[in-house]
Protein backbone atom coordinates (compact mmCIF):
# COMPACT_ATOMS: atom_id res chain seq x y z
CA UNK A 1 0.00 0.00 0.00
CA UNK A 2 2.86 2.48 -0.75
CA UNK A 3 0.14 4.62 -2.42
CA UNK A 4 -0.70 6.77 0.53
CA UNK A 5 -4.10 5.39 0.52
CA UNK A 6 -5.92 4.89 4.31
CA UNK A 7 -8.00 1.97 4.21
CA UNK A 8 -10.42 0.71 6.63
CA UNK A 9 -11.81 -2.91 7.13
CA UNK A 10 -14.77 -4.75 9.67
CA UNK A 11 -14.67 -8.01 10.88
CA UNK A 12 -18.43 -8.52 10.95
CA UNK A 13 -18.02 -11.98 13.18
CA UNK A 14 -17.15 -9.50 16.17
CA UNK A 15 -19.61 -7.16 15.04
CA UNK A 16 -22.12 -6.23 17.81
CA UNK A 17 -24.28 -4.08 16.14
CA UNK A 18 -23.67 -0.45 18.08
CA UNK A 19 -23.71 1.77 15.30
CA UNK A 20 -20.87 3.97 16.81
CA UNK A 21 -19.29 3.65 13.54
CA UNK A 22 -22.35 4.85 11.30
CA UNK A 23 -22.87 7.44 13.28
CA UNK A 24 -19.15 8.87 12.98
CA UNK A 25 -18.20 7.90 9.88
CA UNK A 26 -21.38 7.75 7.77
CA UNK A 27 -19.66 8.07 4.46
CA UNK A 28 -17.12 5.45 5.31
CA UNK A 29 -19.45 2.44 7.37
CA UNK A 30 -23.06 1.66 6.97
CA UNK A 31 -24.84 -1.28 8.66
CA UNK A 32 -26.88 -4.09 6.64
CA UNK A 33 -30.61 -5.28 7.36
CA UNK A 34 -29.00 -7.08 10.06
CA UNK A 35 -27.16 -4.30 11.61
CA UNK A 36 -24.03 -5.65 10.95
CA UNK A 37 -21.43 -3.19 9.72
CA UNK A 38 -20.88 -2.68 6.00
CA UNK A 39 -17.47 -0.83 5.04
CA UNK A 40 -18.73 1.55 1.87
CA UNK A 41 -15.62 2.07 0.18
CA UNK A 42 -11.87 0.83 -0.83
CA UNK A 43 -10.03 4.00 0.41
CA UNK A 44 -11.17 6.62 3.40
CA UNK A 45 -11.65 9.99 1.09
CA UNK A 46 -9.37 12.13 2.85
CA UNK A 47 -11.88 14.45 4.33
CA UNK A 48 -13.07 11.24 5.73
CA UNK A 49 -9.59 10.02 7.28
CA UNK A 50 -10.34 11.61 11.12
CA UNK A 51 -13.83 10.16 11.13
CA UNK A 52 -12.71 6.80 10.49
CA UNK A 53 -9.92 7.21 12.97
CA UNK A 54 -12.66 7.80 15.47
CA UNK A 55 -14.86 5.19 14.54
CA UNK A 56 -12.34 2.67 14.55
CA UNK A 57 -11.59 4.24 18.02
CA UNK A 58 -15.57 4.22 19.58
CA UNK A 59 -15.92 0.34 18.03
CA UNK A 60 -17.56 -1.09 21.19
CA UNK A 61 -16.57 -4.57 19.77
CA UNK A 62 -12.86 -3.68 18.56
CA UNK A 63 -14.56 -5.07 15.05
CA UNK A 64 -13.00 -2.59 12.57
CA UNK A 65 -9.37 -1.71 11.65
CA UNK A 66 -7.73 1.29 9.70
CA UNK A 67 -4.28 0.63 7.92
CA UNK A 68 -2.35 3.97 7.21
CA UNK A 69 0.23 4.52 5.02
CA UNK A 70 3.77 4.01 6.66
CA UNK A 71 4.99 7.63 7.69
CA UNK A 72 8.07 8.34 5.15
CA UNK A 73 11.45 7.96 6.25
Same mark, same amino acid.
Given at each position: ? /??? =??? @? =?? %???? *?????? *???? #? /?????? %?????? @???? %?? +?? $? %?? +??? #???? +??? *? $?? =? ?5 ? $??? $??
Amino acid at each position: M /GDG =SVR @V =SA %DREL *CIQAGN *CVMV #A /GEVFDQ %DDDGIV @VVLV %DE +VP $P %DE +VEH #AREA +VKL *C $PA =SALAIAE $PAA $PG
